[in-house]
């Protein structure tokens, strides 16, 4: 057990892993908090970067990646651009932070990863960091091996059969299913820039912003065969909770549990 004043000194070091403190190594006074709301300055940085940054259960990169998914899917773009900094800052390259936004982009959606993808460009300009980003998608590929491998990718996620579509609307969910393997699967899960856990933790950051529980319950299950230990995802949402606040992270912590029950 820690002391609170324990508590609050560890968030300076973990602060500074961030990028986030002054010449002092004390950490930088949170604007308008720190005369509107000293105690909520206190808290924050008690709470938040003191106790659940610093804890062991999930490494500081995936902790990186999960505010960073969570922030994009919340559409907060100054908070999202100090996070992409504290990425850089404890070593997450360029590329992959890229990478991350392009994986929600079917998940939160376009105007959400295009906003995102700004403030990283901005950031990186600003840093005056040069990014070399993977060119992989080949648009002269024949579109019946982009769905193949995104239905190999699918079942190596998944472990999902194929279900056969029927009744009146049969021809437009066959679309639908095809686009998904083409381009979620085939064109963006399928991309060498970032590993598959961390992937599944972008994803199941997007999805707990937004709510969506029967995704969630798909991709705790996701989780476990990408290696994410059980600890790992709790740790996951504990995480989120500093940004989602508890009602979402709590949700999401109770459809892993049922999920659990049901093995």
Sequence with gaps: ????????????????????VGPDGKSLPLEPH?????????????????????????????????????????????????????????GIPAEQIVESLMHLFFYVGAPLVNSAMRVAARVFQEQNISVQPDRIYDPTEDEEALFQRGQAKRREILDDPDTETTGPLAEVDQARERYSREYLWGAIWSRPG??????????????????????????????????????????????????????????????????????
Excluded at 1 to 20: N, P
Excluded at 59 to 65: G, L, V
Aim: aromatic content about 8%.
């Design 1 to 20: 057990m820690s002391t609170l004043e324990e508590r609050f000194e560890a968030s300076h070091g973990l602060r500074a892993r961030l990028g986030r």
């Design 194 to 263: 970032l590993d598959m856990q961390s992937r599944v933790i972008c994803t199941l950051s997007g999805l707990t912003v937004l709510g969506r529980e029967r995704m969630i319950r798909t991709y705790v299950e996701a989780a476990e065969r990408v290696g994410l230990t059980r600890a790992q995802v709790m740790e996951l949402f504990m995480h989120l909770s500093i940004y989602t606040g508890f009602p979402c992270a709590w949700s999401a912590i109770a459809v892993a549990k049922d999920v659990w029950r049901s093995k």
């Design 34 to 90: 720190h005369w509107v709301a000293p105690d909520l300055e206190r808290i924050i940085g008690e709470a938040a970067f003191g106790l659940v940054w610093n804890r062991e259960g999930l490494s500081i990169e995936h902790r990186c990646f999960a505010t960073i998914s969570a922030l994009t899917a919340m559409d907060r773009e100054p908070q999202l651009k100090a996070y992409i900094e504290g990425a850089l800052n404890v």
